[in-house]
């Protein structure tokens, strides 16, 4: 149940107090930063994850006004396609006509109303206090008669109105009653085999508040010692722990690097890969290594057998973030399609791919606007070639596993389509992950948020002949 099927207020054409127009406007840090966020991922691309600690850090916002400030950011964007349908039939312009300061705070408001336990006479008089201080006090006549509207009806009213009906129009239905864009809605239903109730669920998983995963690198700790500080063990990896509350900084594991945060399928991958016999195992690959999650992991492995890694990323940055996360690995920048190593030099190589992050969007909100089915183009045609690259980086008999954070069938199952045969043997994934469940029909694994409460990420295992 919502927020907006507990109250009684702001029914009957009687909308919520604006708080008095002739008051100054009030400052709330918390909802400013909220606010400051929206603006930089839409003029500057930013990354929500990584700002928002910023943002709180340098503003000594801590405590109960950091949650709600992050709360309020990630459920916005989350949200963000649904409130625009609802916002559009509360005003006399499209969301899309009105100046981007000013939709950014209407939107802020809508999400205070339609999915928080803020009272509603609070969140109309904050985000106008918010609209006068950063927009102007002549938008903000305009922001208070869209949001006494919005709060006129609870959210199930306003779906049944702006939602197209489910069973004329229905992954249309599904993409506003859920927040996603269509094409995000259709790439998620043909990898779940057209089940929609399916669908359903993983776009339900998506908005999801997901919890932070932690990896114990092995030889450096153990899951008993995050877990003796407050974390939980993971259902499936035996690395993995999960922290319910609190800050991972805070675990003295985590901020010696003994221990990380990692997604558990990031996790399980990896240790497939790492499953799969081999006759000689010496010489292991992560090719496309930043930020360095999977690196740090497979390094300590690697290091328990007596092999090494070699960590490689095209990108300066991102491999400076690689020699931070591991201990014994060689790290080079180096563009994969076009390496300084030998072809047939490695016995092991892990390719996670760029690609569109669709699995991610639990914990990249702002992704699904971002992206666009014009990228998939580009994507798929660099993974193939990253591919071919990795099958010529491995020896014969040596093994590949190809990952994807995304489920999208162009990028998963289409790649290894396109160029494993006659290169490599596809193995079953799933045999290398015996401890978890619901992982598909193979030979692939795929996990999902609403099955293994992971990101959605793809794994292919290739034998080199």
């Not at 339609?114 to 985000?127: C, N, Y």
């Not at 795929?446 to 002949?465: K, N």
């Amino acid at each position: 149940m919502n927020r907006g099927q507990q109250r009684s207020s702001g029914r009957g054409g009687r909308g919520p107090a604006t708080g008095g127009r002739g008051r100054r406007p009030r400052r709330d840090e918390a909802r400013i930063a909220a606010y400051d966020l929206l603006r930089a991922v839409d003029e500057r691309d930013a990354y929500a994850n990584l700002l928002m600690p910023t943002l709180l850090r340098q503003r000594k916002i801590t405590g109960r006004d950091a949650a709600l400030a992050t709360e309020l950011a990630y459920g916005t964007l989350r949200g963000l396609g649904t409130y625009d349908e609802i916002i559009g039939a509360c005003g006399d312009r499209a969301p899309g006509e009105l100046d981007p300061p000013l939709r950014d705070a209407i939107r802020l408001g809508a999400h205070q109303l339609l999915r928080t336990r803020i009272p509603a006479h609070a969140a109309v008089s904050s985000t106008i206090d918010l609209v006068r201080l950063r927009v102007g006090p002549g938008p903000s006549r305009y922001a208070n008669a869209v949001l006494r509207k919005v709060a006129g009806r609870t959210l199930d009213e306003w779906l049944a109105i702006v939602a197209p009906p489910k069973e004329e129009d229905p992954i249309g239905h599904l993409a506003v009653v859920h927040s996603h864009p269509r094409w995000i809605v259709n790439a998620f239903r043909d990898a779940l085999g057209g089940d929609l109730d399916e669908t359903t669920a993983a776009l339900e998983a998506d908005n999801a508040r997901p919890r932070v995963a932690l990896v114990a690198r092995p030889g450096r700790c153990s899951p008993d010692e995050l877990v003796a500080a407050g974390a939980e063990r993971a259902a499936y990896s035996p690395y993995g722990c999960y922290l319910t509350e609190g800050d991972p900084a805070e675990i003295p594991a985590v901020a010696e690097g003994r221990a990380a945060v990692q997604d558990e399928a990031s996790q399980l991958v990896a240790l497939a890969l790492t499953r799969v016999p081999l006759d000689e195992d010496r010489r292991w690959l992560d090719m496309c290594a930043g930020p360095g999650g999977k690196a740090g992991l497979l390094d300590a492995i690697a290091a328990e057998r007596g092999a090494r890694l070699l960590a490689a990323d095209v990108q300066h940055h991102r491999a400076r973030l690689v020699r931070g996360a591991v201990t014994r690995a060689g790290v080079v920048q180096a563009d994969g399609t076009a390496p300084p190593w030998r072809p047939g030099t490695f016995d092991r190589v892990m390719l996670d791919a760029p690609c569109t992050g669709l699995g991610a969007l639990r914990r990249r909100p702002e992704a699904r606007w971002r992206r666009r089915p014009s990228d998939i183009p580009e994507l798929t045609g660099l993974q193939r070639r990253l591919l071919a690259s990795a099958l010529e980086a491995v020896r014969p008999g040596g093994v590949v596993a190809y990952v994807t954070c995304s489920p999208h069938l162009a990028e998963t199952r289409v790649v290894v389509g396109d160029v494993a045969p006659g290169r490599a043997e596809v193995l079953d994934a799933r045999e290398y992950l015996p401890e978890v469940p619901g992982l598909g029909d193979g030979p692939f694994a795929q996990f999902w948020p609403h099955r293994h409460g992971t990101d959605a990420m793809f794994l292919a295992l290739l034998r080199r002949r």
